[in-house]
């Protein structure tokens, strides 16, 4: 009955996640059909479960019942001494028989005691621990990375999850250049770079693989501040949380802006900005990054879904 409860309580707690909405916070939306498919699958699994259970409970309810009414109509005439002598030769072998195996079933039960411990706690924690929606104590805890252009991304392949999106690590060379292609045959031609949610993430992705084919366009987007340590001036991080596929491939994506002089933003402030892309040598990466120089912002509300996805 145990797997049953397991498989029940696994299509329960994604059932809640895309009920609640917050399934949103662990993968890209484009995938969502796969969790939907875990709920329908896992609970069909649970209900097959449970009448095999049930069915097999029966069968044993019924085994008892028919060794009862034999062993009730049955008797034996046996000589007392040999039955006594019988009964004690049998209880010996039986006394060393039963202690080997309770051995060995106590050692099994602890086994599948920690597997299905084990299996509980996504339940326990997906079904009662709040999902909170990252910010910018995240950036603070892991830092963030802006890979060289040159740089392989094999040679650093967790590079791609800060500053700079990167899809490359899904597809073989020759078919991310295909894709890179056409995607920069798409955004070059418009006379100014406007991101939305939808195309936030390969936008960006974009403008990082070429920024010398954006140099002095206009180009803007949403996200929130981050000043951290290594920045100082009119320069903020204005950053994005974003899914690739999913939580296991999240980052905080965006790009260094330049804002006019005395401008004043908390961390997680939210903002609209829009300005020239140019280049600037940022020391801290020791080496040369596109920056947004801001003719134009404004305050933002934070919007009700603070990720964005790579939907194509």
Not at 254 to 261: Q, R, T
């Amino acid at each position: 009955m145990i797997r049953f409860f397991i498989l029940f309580g696994f299509s329960f707690m994604f059932f809640m996640l895309h009920y609640t909405g917050d399934i949103k916070k662990y993968i890209n939306m484009k995938y969502s059909y796969l969790s939907l498919s875990a709920v329908v699958i896992m609970g069909l699994l649970s209900v097959f479960e449970f009448v095999r259970v049930s069915r097999k409970q029966i069968t044993e309810e019924k085994q008892r019942e028919a060794a009862e009414i034999a062993n009730q109509s049955s008797s034996c005439d046996r000589d007392d001494h040999a039955h006594v002598h019988a009964n004690l030769s049998h209880d010996h072998v039986h006394c060393h028989d039963h202690d080997h195996g309770h051995s060995h079933g106590n050692e099994s039960k602890l086994k599948r005691l920690i597997s299905y411990s084990i299996l509980f706690v996504p339940i326990v924690t997906g079904l009662f621990l709040p999902a909170y929606a990252l910010d910018s104590s995240f950036v603070k805890a892991k830092g963030f990375s802006f890979p060289s252009f040159e740089e392989n991304i094999e040679k650093n392949p967790g590079a791609h999850q800060f500053l700079k999106p990167d899809s490359s690590v899904f597809y073989r060379k020759d078919d991310y250049d295909l894709v890179k292609n056409k995607e920069l045959a798409e955004y070059i031609k418009r006379p100014e770079i406007l991101l939305t949610e939808a195309d936030y993430l390969k936008g960006m992705e974009v403008i990082y693989n070429s920024p010398e084919a954006f140099m002095g366009k206009t180009i803007g987007f949403d996200g929130f501040a981050y000043k951290g340590q290594q920045v100082d001036g009119n320069h903020y991080f204005i950053f994005r949380f974003g899914f690739i596929h999913c939580v296991a491939d999240s980052g905080v994506f965006g790009m260094l802006v330049e804002f006019p002089k005395n401008t004043q933003m908390k961390d997680d402030d939210w903002v609209r900005v829009t300005g020239k892309l140019t280049w600037e040598l940022y020391q801290p990466f020791k080496q040369t990054i596109p920056v947004l120089k801001v003719n134009e912002w404004q305050p933002i509300e934070t919007p009700e879904d603070p990720y964005v996805y790579r939907t194509t």
